[in-house]
């Protein structure tokens, strides 16, 4: 059974900064790809960015140059850098593994981030 654990979240101004981590425990396979979906209220869940255990990353447009995704292989943890947050990064956060083969889709519980003066 793999779970994952998400930290980070909370309260941060418009202009601040979050780290989000996200440890993966249990049995999985590589390939995979480790990342970071949001759900705001509302509103469907949506793509931030993923990472390749190889190192590729994939941005969503509206995070590009503020956000950066990267990942630990040996801890089995993603993160979630974000600057210049904006009150519409308002939303619940979700670490996903995606294992390709055979192919396996895991979520974590979820982190709220709130940008807010």
């Known amino acids: 059974q793999v779970q994952l654990v998400e930290f980070g979240g909370g309260l941060v101004q418009p202009g601040g900064s979050l780290r989000l981590s996200c440890a993966a425990s249990?049995?999985?396979?590589?390939?995979?790809?480790m990342g970071w979906y949001r759900q705001a209220p509302g509103k469907q869940r949506e793509l931030v960015a993923t990472?390749?255990?190889?190192?590729?990353?994939n941005y969503a447009e509206s995070v590009k140059g503020r956000f950066t995704i990267s990942r630990d292989n040996a801890k089995n943890t993603v993160y979630l850098q974000m600057n210049s947050l904006k009150p519409e990064d308002t939303a619940v956060y979700y670490c996903?593994?995606?294992?390709?083969?055979?192919?396996?889709?895991?979520w974590g519980q979820g982190t709220q981030v709130t940008v807010s003066s």
């Open positions: 249990g049995r999985f396979f590589s390939p995979n790809v």
């Open positions: 996903n593994l995606r294992q390709i083969s055979p192919y396996r889709d895991y």
């Open positions: 990472i390749t255990n190889g190192g590729t990353t």
